[in-house]
Nanobody, 122 residues
């Protein structure tokens, strides 16, 4: 089993920045992938970004390219999502998750964090 604990959410104004963290325990990452998803109110959970734990390769949703940066610190077993130039439409609960294969689909992720609220006001 792997446990994921997120932190770093909060409330900011349009144009502000936040950094989310996701720390894993219980199992080693190996060649897995860490993804970030978000669940806006009244909408479906959607893919935001993912990082390959083994080589640091990244994939982003078009809606966040150029504004968000995903990274990982293998020594700390922690992944990060740096969010800049935030917009009201970025408001959502953000979840980190871990999958065995590269994927944008939530169903392919085996382990999930508890979620952290991000609110962007205009």
């Amino acid at each position: 089993q792997m446990q994921l604990v997120e932190s770093g959410g909060g409330s900011v104004q349009t144009g502000g920045s936040l950094r989310l963290s996701c720390t894993a325990s219980g199992r080693t990452f190996g060649s897995r992938f860490m993804g970030w998803f978000r669940h806006p109110p009244g909408k479906e959970r959607t893919f935001v970004a993912l990082v390959s734990w083994s080589n640091g390769g990244t994939i982003y949703a078009d809606s966040v390219k150029g504004r968000f940066t995903i990274s990982r610190d293998t020594a700390k077993n922690t992944g990060y999502l740096q969010m800049n130039s935030l917009k009201p439409e970025d408001t959502a609960i953000y979840y980190c998750a871990v999958a065995a294969e590269v994927s944008r689909r939530p169903d392919d992720y085996n382990y999930w964090g508890q979620g952290t609220q991000v609110t962007v006001s205009s």
